[in-house]
């Protein structure tokens, strides 16, 4: 009997020591699961991520210009007409940075490329940065998917023009004039001019007054539209209305002095290569005419964005613009390229134009012949109920573009540095 009594205690010892280690081993795993990070995690929770460039492995040429700001879903557009358009997020400074330099190091080789017309480091739908390459016609070869690691983006524009004529169309509202018509001077900013060539029609867009040191004023529009790519003589009268009037299919309503608004004083010559060239580029189209304060404002016309700051800002991708032109009035879009290299036909000759501003519509067209000229300001958000403080700011002066919904912009700042004076506006 004592015999099966130890075996009993025995056997009990025993059970009892497996308990008690599974207890403990259970104890462990809930405490190693515990301190274990998860392998799911909600998006932008937790560490932040480092930014990157885009990923996409193949570089595919859009054959529709407008999809980089319409991937599907975001905000209405300013306009009303329920169309859905999305401005990308904003990338990091240090990302667009590394890409310009990506670039800078390729530019001349893609530019080489059979087709291709302009280069520029761009945003993409989702915010990525990447390289894009502006092309004539879609499947132009030998473009890389990549370069150094960063996507290239390949998008078919066609031939960037200037944009100083247009074809005769309806008046945008009967209720505002036109910028067609001989409007009561002082005259607004974004309407009709020209010189005054004989048997020569055409029209660009008043940009806006500007200053020299001694205050005298003077208007602002692109070589190409007052200066006639370098043929014009200094002094030569400029006119609004423009001379020729496409709301009537004719010429401006008069001729002579009672047209007269300001004349040629200076202009930024441009240089012509057909092809691409490091020696022979130009950085702005752009000149002044002498005015007075009784003949020309500083503001739009009442269905524009009214007046305008004094101090220009840089701009950046993603940031949203507005102009008023002659032909399409009030329109919106954003930067979508910076340090842009791109080829305009001029009716002289092909031009070379670098460190320029590319800008996509957000509700086609952004511009079209006629619109060569504008002032190109910062805009707000359309869902904001107040203005942003950026709101109105001198980015950029409209002097080509391509289909309707590409802009190039030059510079604002490059601009008044090379004619020698500021922005009269609103301080």
Request: aromatic share 6%; glycine share 12%; charged share 20%.
């Amino acid at each position: 009997m004592r015999w099966l009594h130890q075996r009993i205690g025995f056997c009990l010892s025993v059970l009892a020591a497996l308990l008690i280690v599974a207890i403990l081993v259970q104890s462990t795993g809930i405490a190693a699961a515990a301190d274990t990070p998860s392998t799911s995690r909600v998006p932008g929770a937790g560490k932040a991520t480092t930014p990157t460039v885009a990923s996409n492995p193949t570089a595919k040429a859009s054959e529709n210009p407008t999809a980089p700001c319409d991937p599907g879903g975001g905000e209405e557009d300013p306009k009303g007409s329920g169309k859905k358009t999305v401005v990308p997020p904003r990338p990091k400074d240090n990302v667009v940075r590394r890409v310009m330099k990506v670039q800078d190091r390729h530019t001349r080789n893609l530019l080489a490329i059979d087709g291709v017309v302009g280069v520029g480091t761009g945003v993409a739908a989702n915010g990525d940065v990447v390289v894009r390459v502006f092309t004539l016609h879609s499947g132009v070869g030998q473009i890389p998917a990549r370069i150094e690691g960063v996507l290239v983006e390949a998008v078919k524009t066609g031939q960037f023009r200037p944009e100083q004529r247009s074809v005769p169309r309806p008046r945008p509202r009967a209720t505002v004039p036109s910028t067609h018509d001989f409007l009561r001077r002082p005259v607004p900013i974004g309407v009709s001019i020209s010189l005054d060539i004989p048997n020569f029609f055409y029209y660009g867009t008043l940009g806006c007054r500007v200053k020299d040191r001694k205050g005298g004023l003077y208007v602002l529009s692109n070589n190409h539209v007052i200066a006639n790519e370098n043929t014009a003589a200094i002094g030569s009268p400029v006119v609004q209305p423009g001379t020729y009037n496409p709301d009537t299919g004719g010429t401006g309503l008069i001729r002579g002095e009672a047209q007269t608004i300001g004349y040629l004083r200076r202009f930024v010559p441009i240089v012509h290569s057909n092809t691409f060239n490091p020696s022979r580029v130009n950085r702005v189209d752009a000149a002044i005419a002498s005015c007075a304060a009784a003949n020309v404002g500083n503001t739009t016309l009442p269905n524009g964005y009214g007046w305008y700051h004094s101090r220009p800002v840089e701009a950046y991708l993603t940031q949203r613009v507005q102009k008023y032109g002659a032909t399409t009035g009030h329109t919106r879009g954003y930067v979508s390229d910076v340090n842009l290299t791109v080829s305009i036909s001029y009716d002289a000759g092909t031009a070379w134009f670098v460190d320029q501003i590319g800008v996509i519509a957000l509700e086609p067209p952004w511009s079209t012949g006629g619109d060569s000229g504008s002032l190109v300001v910062t805009d707000s958000a359309p869902s904001t109920r107040r203005p942003r403080p950026e709101a109105k700011y001198p980015v950029g002066l409209h002097f080509a573009g391509a289909a309707g919904i590409w802009g190039i912009e030059n510079p604002i700042g490059e601009v008044l540095k090379g004619l020698n004076v500021t922005i009269d506006g609103k301080e």
